[in-house]
């Protein structure tokens, strides 16, 4: 994998296979510059990640059906960090799959079931702040912890089984029999027929459902909203269930961004691998779509009061002190 000159002749990713890929030709400090930035943003999506995951864990207070999903998105941006980036990368400079077929297989499922159960989880999301929202007498029973961990676990088990089944059914693992594409490429090649029903199954439909849930919360936090403002003009006191539905409310509002910038970062990637066939095109928004992953907490830093506290506790590693689990990381009227 040594880097080439531009006046080097053409290279192959494998010269003792007669059906191996052309290898891109980049310069040296192409070569650097790239290899820098990917490490960089391998490394501030997987620690800010890990923050989110060790405070949510660590702290008790913070341990809430909610959070249970901000939990799950991080440990799928965490993996995209981790696994994803770092292999894309290779695969991106590099221009050769020196992986193996197995291992193009292997890389596929992992990526199409992150990225299939970040949507899971924002679609829990989005029926979670609907129910605390428009059925705040209801939310207690209907949304519980033990509830929301079985489904998040189930959601990662359904969509790991279906992206296995989309791999295997595509002929993944035996890239070296394949006719369509030249050894050392490790690309998605899917007949129309799974591209309409893998369309469907990991963004229509997720989409359709979040876009619905969340027109009726903001409706409903629309009319709340007026009739605070109204009781606070009339010199009214709030109450503490009105307090806690205007929390109930910001917090929406709160994980409605998230559930944004995902659909910001990922509509333009699926509709240009639908519509668009240029190579650059598509790599540009994919790695708009990875570079998400080590957006979501600097969301969390600006909307939650409690990451600032916990991540300041964990890097001045005051976490290893006695009982710093239940310490009490919120103030009044804080989420």
């Not at 880097?3 to 053409?10: F, G, I, N, P």
């Not at 290899?35 to 341990?63: C, D, E, G, R």
């Not at 469907?200 to 936090?221: D, E, N, Q």
Request: proline share 3%.
């Amino acid at each position: 994998m040594a880097y080439e000159t531009e006046d080097q002749e053409t290279q192959y990713c494998f010269p003792n296979i007669n059906s191996s890929c052309v290898k891109g030709k980049r310069s040296r400090h192409e070569y650097i510059i790239m290899y820098v930035f990917f490490l960089l943003l391998s490394a501030w999506t997987v620690i800010l990640n890990l923050l989110v995951i060790i405070s949510i864990s660590h702290f008790k207070k913070l341990h809430s059906p909610t959070n249970l999903l901000i939990l799950s998105l991080s440990v799928a941006d965490l993996l995209v960090g981790l696994i994803v980036i770092p292999i894309e990368a290779i695969k991106q400079i590099e221009t050769c799959w020196y992986f193996g077929a197995t291992f193009c297989g292997i890389n596929l499922i992992i990526i199409g079931v992150i990225f299939s159960a970040s949507f899971s989880n924002l679609v829990l999301i989005a029926v979670d702040r609907y129910v605390a929202v428009c059925h705040p007498l209801l939310y207690p029973q209907k949304i519980t912890t033990a509830k929301m961990l079985m489904s998040i676990c189930l959601s990662w088990l359904y969509y790991s089984a279906y992206n296995a089944g989309l791999v295997v059914n595509n002929g993944y693992f035996d890239t070296a029999h394949r006719t369509d594409v030249c050894y050392g490429d490790c690309t998605v090649i899917m007949s129309f027929g799974w591209i309409v029903i893998d369309l469907f199954m990991s963004f229509i439909f997720p989409c359709l459902i979040m876009i619905t849930l969340y027109l009726r919360i903001f409706y409903v936090v629309h009319q709340q909203v007026k009739v605070i403002n109204s009781l606070m003009k009339g010199g009214k006191c709030l109450t503490e269930i009105s307090v806690k539905r205007k929390s109930e409310s910001k917090a929406a509002l709160t994980l409605g961004i998230i559930v944004l910038v995902y659909l910001f970062s990922y509509i333009p990637y699926y509709i240009c691998t639908l519509s668009v066939n240029s190579v650059t095109t598509n790599n540009v928004l994919g790695w708009t779509v990875y570079a998400n992953s080590g957006l979501n907490p600097l969301v969390y830093a600006l909307f939650y009061p409690w990451f600032k506290k916990t991540a300041k506790i964990i890097l001045t590693l005051k976490i290893f002190q006695p009982a710093s689990s239940l310490i009490n990381i919120f103030t009044e009227n804080e989420l």
